[in-house]
């Protein structure tokens, strides 16, 4: 039984090559390849940068719009390590996107903050900034990667050195 896609809607540090590969290749090894993806609009929400971090977050705002882009997420294995690496701090929801090219809308999920507001701060998180100025130091953070690289091959994670299922 072939898997369809799980189309996810990037608007962060996920739609950087370097940070989605950091993220994935250690588990996929030989199999990892980056995945098809086109720029799209997510209406109704608005993106803010996360307090003392390189990373965005996206709360739901009726008349803003996030800039971003929908991923083609191959297998259910990424879409797993994806959930783990984004955390306690967000949730996965279903939405509806505006694909750029073919001006249509699609479903997608996407992971949007469910902390306390009072980590985000009041200005837009951009990408061109943080590819220039942040990406290649932020993927060789250990800690901000620390949950994604503890997890075993049985999709099971270290948290604090205490196995988890």
């Known amino acids: 039984m072939v898997q369809r896609p799980t189309p996810l809607f990037f608007y962060g540090t996920l739609q ?3 940070v989605y590969a950091r993220v994935i290749s250690r588990h996929l090894g030989s199999h990892f390849k980056q995945p098809k993806n086109e720029p799209a609009i997510l209406k109704g929400y608005k ?3 996360v ?3 390189v990373y965005p977050a996206i709360t739901a705002s009726p008349f803003d719009q996030v800039e971003g882009m ?3 997420i191959e297998t259910q294995k990424e879409v797993d390590i994806l959930d783990v690496f984004e955390g306690d ?3 996965r929801v279903p939405v509806k996107v505006l694909v750029k090219s073919s001006s249509t809308e699609a479903d997608a999920e996407v992971y949007i903050w469910v902390a306390e507001d009072d980590y985000l701060e009041d200005c837009e998180w951009r990408l061109e900034q943080f590819e220039k100025g942040q990406s ?3 993927v060789q953070d ?3 990667f620390g949950n994604v690289d503890n997890m075993t091959a049985s999709g099971t994670e270290s948290v604090g ?5």
């Open 89 to 91: 701090d967000y949730k």
């Open 16 to 18: 950087s090559p370097i």
């Open 161 to 165: 050195g205490v196995l988890e299922g």
């Open 47 to 49: 993106r803010s940068r």
């Open 136 to 138: 290649q130091q932020w």
């Open 70 to 72: 929908i991923a083609y």
């Open 51 to 53: 307090r003392n971090a």
């Open 142 to 144: 250990i800690d901000e």
